[in-house]
C-alpha cells in the first residue's frame, strides 16, 4: 500500500470473534501449510485430509497452489520477486480462513523460508502446522506427473524448484511426512493425530 494511502485504513473490530466462530463450529481455527517439492504429494495429502475432515463434521477448506494461480494470483510468474508475493498473498488469506474458525489446509511449493515464516506470522504461531512433505528430489522427478521436471532439465522452464531454483527445507517443521515411506492413508492419519493431540479438534 503506498504510504499515503496507510493513514486512510482503519482495522474494524468483528462483533463475532474468533473464539466465537470455533465455538460454533466445534474446533479451533488453523493454517496447515503443506510445503515440499514438486510432485512430493502436497496436492494428494491435502485433498485426502480434506475429505476425512469433511467426513467428521470438521469444517476445514485446501488452498492448493495451482488453483490459486488460476485467479487470484494469475498475475505472478515464477520469479523470486513473484514467488515472494505469492505466498505472502495466501498467508494473508489463509489466516483470514482462520479466523473464520475453519481448518485451512494451504498446498504449496513456497520454497523460501522467509515466505513461510511471514504466512505463521500472519496466522500466529499457535495456529500455524508446518507440514513438510520431504520425499527426494530423484523421487519426485520419477514421479514427474507433469512432466516438469524433465522440461526443467531441458531448460524449457527457468526457475524450477530443486532444479535452477532453490528450496530451503523447513528446519522445525510441527510435522514432516516422509510420503515415500507412508501410504496415503497413513500420512492422513498421521496430520490428523496431531490436530486432535494439539486441541485443533476437539473429541
Known amino acids: 500500500m503506498p504510504d499515503g494511502k496507510r493513514d486512510q485504513v482503519y482495522w474494524h473490530d468483528h462483533r463475532?470473534?474468533?473464539?466465537?466462530?470455533e465455538q460454533l463450529n466445534g474446533h479451533r481455527g488453523c493454517v496447515v501449510w503443506f510445503t515440499g517439492l514438486s510432485a512430493s504429494g502436497k496436492s494428494t495429502v491435502a485433498n485426502f485430509v480434506d475429505h476425512k475432515l469433511h467426513s467428521s463434521g470438521v469444517?476445514?477448506?485446501?488452498?492448493?497452489?495451482?488453483?490459486?494461480?488460476?485467479?487470484?494470483?494469475?498475475?505472478?510468474?515464477f520469479s523470486p520477486e513473484d514467488r515472494t508475493e505469492n505466498i505472502r498473498r495466501i498467508g494473508e488469506v489463509a489466516a483470514l480462513f482462520a479466523d473464520a474458525g475453519l481448518i485451512t489446509l494451504v498446498a504449496f511449493i513456497s520454497p523460501y523460508r522467509a515466505g513461510r515464516d511471514a504466512a505463521r506470522?500472519?496466522?500466529?504461531d499457535n495456529r500455524f502446522v508446518e507440514t513438510f512433505i520431504d520425499v527426494p528430489i530423484e523421487t519426485c522427478a520419477q514421479r514427474d506427473p507433469k512432466g516438469l521436471y524433465e522440461k526443467a532439465q531441458n531448460?524449457?522452464?527457468?526457475?524450477?524448484t530443486g532444479i535452477s531454483a532453490p528450496y530451503e527445507v523447513p528446519e522445525r517443521p510441527e510435522v514432516v511426512i516422509p510420503s515415500g515411506e507412508l501410504t496415503l492413508d497413513e500420512s492422513v492419519v498421521m496430520l490428523e493425530a496431531f490436530l486432535k493431540d494439539n486441541g485443533f479438534i476437539w473429541e
Open 16 to 21: 463475532v470473534s474468533r473464539e466465537e466462530r
Open 121 to 124: 506470522l500472519a496466522a500466529g
Open 155 to 160: 531448460g524449457e522452464i527457468p526457475d524450477f
Open 59 to 77: 469444517h476445514s477448506f485446501l488452498l492448493d497452489g495451482d488453483n490459486v494461480r488460476h485467479g487470484l494470483n494469475r498475475d505472478l510468474t
